[in-house]
Every structure is written in C-alpha cells, then in structure tokens.
C-alpha cells in the first residue's frame, strides 16, 4: 500500500496549529470507529472513523490518535494494534506500532492497551481536550475516565484541562476544502460510478427486476477497485422513484415506466454520488420527456450558479426558480412564479435540498451556514447538484404524469472560475441517455 504519510502529517500539524492560536496548547484525542458485531462471529465490514482517518491514513480498528502539544514541544503519537501472528493467519496483515510508526509519520507509537495507562500523563497540566464529544458513547465514557484520574492527581501538583473541545468543528472547515490529492481520489470514485451507471443504462431491459439493475452496479464498482459503497444503491422504478431513498430494489421493471437510479462507491475512503433517470424501454414518452427536460434545466441553471464568492444556499434557489416556472408551464402548479415559490407549492413535486457536500463521507463534513449567514463557496469545496421531480398519483395531476419521479445528480468542485464536474461523463441529455440505452 503506497502512503502518502507526508499529507496526513500536514493535516496534524494544521490543527497543532489552530489549537496553538484556541487554547495556546492541549491535547487532541482521535479514536477510530469501533468493529461490530453483525450477528454470532461474523462482523460488519469494517469502516473507519472519517475525521481519525483524516489524520492518520491508518486503516485498522482498535486505534487512537494522540496530538500533544506543550510548552515543551509537540509530540504525534498512534496507539494501535500490537503485531499478533496467530491473529494475523486468521484476520490478516496487522501493522504493529513499530512499522505504523514510520509509516503513517508518527513520533511515536503504542500498542493499544498502553493507552489507558498513558493518557492521564499525556493530558496532564493541559489547557484544553480536543476530541469528538457524543460521537462513541464507549469513548466518552473513557474520556471522562481519564479527566477523573487526573483530576484525582491534583494533589500532586497536576492540573486537568480545564476546556473540552468538540475537535470535529476544526477538522470540519479543513475538511471542506479538498486537497489536490484528495480530488485525485474523488476524480477515480466519480469515473467508476460513472461507469456503473453507463453499464446500468444499457443492461436494463424490461422484465429485469431492480436488484438485476443493482448487480450490474456492484460489479462495474468492484471492477474499477471500489471496495465500498458510498452509500446504499437506491434503484426505484415506476412509482418507486417518488421514494426518495427507496430501498427494497425487488420490483420487476415494466416497458414504459422510468428507472431512477442513485448509486456510487467508495473509492480509497472518498465518496462519489451520481443519479441518472431513464426509460426502462430505451424511449422516454412525451410527458416523461417533458418532466425530464424541466429537471435537466434546473440540474443545469444550478451548476452555474455554483462558483467561488457565491452563497451555498443559491444553487438551491436556482433550482426552485426553474422547476417552479416549469411546473407551472406543464400545468402542474397554479399561479405567476412568485406566488409559486410564495405559497411553496412547487412541493407537491420537489421537497429536498439541491444538494450537499462531497467527500471521506457521503453527506460529507461542513456547516452550510455561519452565524445564520450562508456558507461561501470557495475553490476546493465538492458538492452534489442534484435536483429532482416526484410526481406521485394525486387528485390535482392529470393521470399522464403519475408515477414519474426523476433526479439527475452530478459531483461538482469549485474550481477558480467556476466548476469541474466530476460526473460529467454519465449521459444526461434525453439524446445521450437514449443512445446510451440503445442495444
């Protein structure tokens, strides 16, 4: 495994650094996500904790991250697994302190049952604790543990931190703008899950079931070296697609309807996050391509709107402005556009957001407002554009439109003048989605 143990040290010393400037000191404690049980020996896949593995590229379970700051200097410390052979014949390849040490970039390195032992000397006389509050309950209980024994030193002349830290809040803004080789990884992931939905396009056919669909995305993510999904494949046809994270993916296909598809992978721990809508039969109908044609124009007026200096909270408007002035044009909301977006009509047809960040997770780390102020969007920033129409069966809609739920979804990045759009590549205008279903 190549390691660029280089960017995960920067990124350590990035929030030494504002820690220096909050607290003029402390220390930061970052445990990853803990195994679970699925059922009797069988564990989940494992996934590590985003933020731990922002910092530290390490993979394994059983692992905390230790940033120590004093007047004495700075000190990056990993605990991990202690290097096991009979553990290893049965679970694989363990690093071990020593060679994590190197590896990953640390000053030093424990094994994790050292860790109990040597926290309370660590957060010994410390101005500040830094770490995730309320994400582990076992790890607050054993934050709290560490604080109690310290504070139960104070007669020796040790002091306890006196601030507790929500780390996360740091992490999240240095989170939010992606580093070059952070869009590296995102640029793969987004061309993978491009593929997946290209080859999803042209296997469906009618009298497919959904889950036939779903397969033909697991492999093409498999394939392109995705060992995860970014999140479960939603493959909704007919009136599914008005669900909008519709999940059984059991229903058979039928010619004439239309096949939503929301689906991407995980690629090295990054995200992608693409949706596409297409006629199961190949054609779209007159009122499918009308809907369509109104979703694709709002999915296209919001990618524009999307640029440094601009609003997060504009694109979303974008959005709005159009698929109301549209819903009206085919009759489906009543009124001028102002009274439309006034009374919120318009969500009869559309109640979500245009879209969220991108990133290590899927709904990915950042405020979208700041001090009741929208967020800025500036260069590095990754955010989904996606816009949709769910027109479920109702007594105010003339019957020719019921059933047609559609979203057209792209992975996007602030650049200097505007925006690279990762997922550009997936057919998108009824023309490239018909010729891609084409056999």
């Not at 033909?216 to 993510?221: D, V």
């Not at 697609?241 to 991407?264: F, K, P, S, T």
């Not at 816009?387 to 996007?412: C, K, L, T």
Request: charged share 25%; net charge negative; proline share 6%.
């Amino acid at each position: 495994m190549n390691h660029d143990h280089h960017g995960y040290r920067r990124r350590r010393d990035a929030l030494l650094a504002r820690m220096q400037v909050q607290t003029g000191g402390g220390i930061a404690l970052l445990p990853t996500a803990p195994e679970l049980p699925r059922n009797r020996d069988s564990l989940f896949p494992y996934r590590h904790d985003s933020y731990f593995y922002y910092v530290s590229g390490f993979p394994e379970p059983e692992a905390v991250v230790a940033l120590v700051l004093s007047p004495g200097g700075e000190r990056q410390i990993l605990f991990c697994r202690d290097k096991n052979e009979e553990r290893e014949i049965w679970d694989g390849f363990r690093y071990g302190p020593e060679a994590a040490k190197e590896i990953f970039g640390f000053d030093e390195a424990y094994p994790i049952g050292e860790l109990d032992a040597k926290l309370p000397e660590l957060a010994s006389d410390q101005p500040a604790l830094y770490t995730p509050l309320g994400l582990l309950p076992e790890w607050d209980r054993r934050v709290t543990a560490v604080l109690n024994e310290v504070r139960s030193r104070a007669r020796t002349g040790v002091s306890a931190p006196e601030e507790i830290v929500d780390v996360r809040q740091a992490l999240d803004a240095m989170r939010l703008i992606k580093e070059p080789d952070e869009l590296a990884l995102m640029r793969r992931a987004a061309q993978i899950s491009v593929a997946a939905h290209v080859r999803a396009m042209r296997a469906t056919r009618p009298g497919w079931h959904e889950y036939q669909v779903e397969a033909e995305l697991a492999h093409e993510f498999l394939r392109g070296g995705s060992q995860a999904l970014a999140y479960p494949s939603i493959v909704a046809g007919g009136p599914n697609a008005c669900v909008l994270h519709y999940r059984e993916n059991n229903r058979e296909l039928q010619d004439g309807e239309l096949l939503l598809i929301d689906a991407g992978c995980e690629y090295r721990s990054y995200a992608s996050d693409i949706t596409r809508t297409f006629p199961v039969g190949g054609k779209f109908t007159a009122p499918q391509k009308a809907v369509y044609e109104v979703v694709l124009a709002a999915q296209l007026a919001c990618i524009e709107a999307v640029a440094p200096g601009r609003d997060f909270h504009d694109y979303h408007k974008a959005a709005e402005r159009v698929l109301a002035q549209g819903f009206i044009d085919l009759a489906l909301c009543r009124g001028t556009l102002d009274e439309v977006l006034e009374t919120g009509s318009y969500k009869q047809f559309y109640m979500h957001r245009a879209g969220h960040w991108l990133g290590l997770d899927v709904h990915d780390a950042g405020l979208y407002q700041v001090r009741g102020a929208s967020q800025k969007l500036v260069p590095g920033m990754v955010l989904t554009v996606e816009p949709g129409a769910y027109i479920r069966r109702a007594d105010n809609v003339p019957e020719e439109f019921w059933n047609i739920g559609i979203r057209i979804e792209d992975d996007v990045v602030v650049t200097a003048s505007g925006v690279e759009n990762l997922t550009a590549a997936a057919p998108k205008t009824v023309a490239q989605v018909e010729a891609a279903c084409a056999r």
